[in-house]
T-cell receptor, first 114, second 113 residues
Framework: DAGITQSPRHKVTETGTPVTLRCHQT?????MYWYRQDPGHGLRLIHY???????DKGEVSDGYSVSRSKTEDFLLTLESATSSQTSVYFC?????????????FGPGTRLTVT | DQQVKQNSPSLSVQEGRISILNCDYT??????FLWYKKYPAEGPTFLIS?????DKNEDGRFTVFLNKSAKHLSLHIVPSQPGDSAVYFC????????????FGTGTRLTVIP
């Protein structure tokens, strides 16, 4: 258990509304990631963070922004949700063992945009 | 363009037999490879990994094989158990910077009792 929680776990929202998903970790990991999972695509990286206030874009970052004001929290914001952003969103952290590059995932947030 | 490919969407195996899941990649910069297992309504769970300096890594019933020249890796599960039924994702990383992972589309393994 990597001590990762995500909230909310489920959300239904309307097109055009802003949505913020939260990822919280308890083990002081430096690297945090947001992925989305869609049928036929596997998991795709949206944004990642390599420290407080240090973030960068991933493969599918359009329409998303992130913030990390504390080590333990990484927020994903959809400024104006669209139906194409209906997906399951996973947060992850990178393990901190020597030579360890594994990422460990939270339980996910299922977002439906109607 | 999908840089990591799992060409078999599903696989069915009898309990006790070997399960072999395959993965191909196209980016020669990838040098760290991982397998994840995912149950419905849960996050992916890390299973096993391998660095490009090795061609095999074993952990209990799970073995990953890497063929760098063919840009191919496989996960062997022996013996397969009903609890192994899940979706398996292959992932690859260039092992630089933030070690971002690139995932395949997954293979659904069903182990028949």
């Amino acid at each position: 258990d990597a001590g990762i929680t995500q909230s909310p776990r489920h959300k239904v929202t309307e097109t055009g509304t802003p949505v913020t998903l939260r990822c919280h970790q308890t083990e002081n990991h430096r690297y945090m990631y947001w992925y989305r999972q869609d049928p036929g695509h596997g998991l795709r990286l949206i944004h990642y963070s390599y420290g407080v206030k240090d973030t960068d874009k991933g493969e599918v970052s359009d329409g998303y922004s992130v913030s990390r004001s504390k080590t333990e929290d990484f927020l994903l914001t959809l400024e104006s949700a669209t139906s194409s952003q209906t997906s399951v969103y996973f947060c992850a952290i990178m393990g901190q063992g020597k030579g360890s590059y594994e990422q460990y995932f939270g339980p996910g947030t299922r977002l439906t945009v109607t | 363009d999908q840089q990591v490919k799992q060409n078999s969407p599903s696989l069915s195996v009898q309990e006790g037999r070997i399960s072999i899941l395959n993965c191909d990649y196209t980016n020669s910069m990838f040098d760290y490879f991982l397998w994840y297992k995912k149950y419905p309504a849960e996050g992916p769970t890390f299973l096993i990994s391998i660095s490009s300096i090795k061609d095999k890594n074993e952990d209990g019933r799970f073995t990953v094989f890497l063929n760098k020249s063919a840009k191919h890796l496989s996960l062997h599960i022996v013996p397969s158990q009903p609890g192994d039924s899940a979706v398996y994702f292959c992932a690859a990383s260039p092992q630089t910077g933030a070690n971002n992972l690139f995932f395949g589309t997954g293979t659904r393994l069903t182990v028949i009792p």
